[in-house]
């Protein structure tokens, strides 16, 4: 069964005010990154993979796409997508991994720090090969795997005796798979592969790699709020523009 850890109460209430409050990293880091991997989007078909509240589907439609159908397993974040509906853009509820599409369906295939949510990554690869055009782009981030390899095994963080931040430990680099941590409740589940995985499974569906980015900070943000410069010691995202080849 897939996990639906956004339709828990707490879970939701928890990640709701950290988006309200402009406090997490997706604002400062992916959220920038993502947009200057899209290619021009005018008149191009794009789903929108873990859609959540609809904020990426309504800029795409902004920038010119002619549809966007964004798919989310939560009713929770759907709800507040819905709440500001845009002309062209579709809802739907269904885990990514259970959609189904026509061949070439789409121009282009988005997804927004939910891949690492996926346990069979290659299944969903495999399908978005089979809802893109020829020449269609899949633009996507996730959580970056230095990070995600040490969830729920060991804080990340290594510490003096004051508290403060001395390195980040990778470790259990290539023990891929499931991870169980807390992230606002206990038993979040994300699924650990390699960056070669990530990489190669792409490339093995037929795509082609266009760009690589494990971005930090822009310039103005880490002046405003120093902390994010913490962000430059270790990759937090992963995020990858790749097309599909005829």
Not at 165 to 170: D, G, H, S, T
Not at 175 to 202: K, P, Q
Request: hydrophobic share 40%; glycine share 8%.
């Amino acid at each position: 069964m897939k996990q639906n850890i956004y339709d828990n109460p707490e879970f939701f209430d928890g990640y709701k005010a950290l988006r309200e409050r402009g406090a997490g990293l997706n604002s400062a880091l992916e959220q920038p990154a993502m947009r200057s991997l899209l290619p021009d989007v005018r008149g191009m078909r794009v789903l929108d993979l873990g859609c959540g509240a609809g904020n990426l589907c309504r800029e795409l439609r902004a920038l010119g796409a002619s549809s966007v159908t964004g798919l989310d397993i939560s009713s929770r974040m759907l709800e507040l997508a819905q709440a500001a509906p845009c002309e062209g853009i579709r809802y739907v509820q269904s885990p990514m991994e259970d959609f189904t599409a026509d061949r070439g369906s789409f121009d282009l295939v988005t997804s927004s720090l939910a891949f690492h949510y996926v346990q069979d990554f290659g299944g969903l690869v495999s399908s978005i090969a089979e809802w893109l055009v020829e020449g269609g782009y899949l633009v996507f981030s996730m959580e970056h795997p230095v990070a995600t390899a040490a969830q729920g095994i060991h804080p990340g963080w290594v510490r003096d005796a004051e508290g403060r931040k001395l390195c980040w430990m990778l470790d259990c680099y290539r023990d891929e798979g499931r991870r169980e941590s807390r992230w606002f409740v206990d038993g979040v589940i994300r699924y650990h592969r390699t960056t070669e995985t990530v990489l190669n499974t792409l490339i093995d569906n037929g795509f082609r790699i266009r760009r690589i980015l494990e971005p930090h900070a822009l310039e103005q943000a880490e002046a405003e709020h120093p902390n994010l410069l913490e962000e430059r010691r270790r990759p937090p995202f992963l995020l990858v523009k790749a097309q599909l080849m005829p």
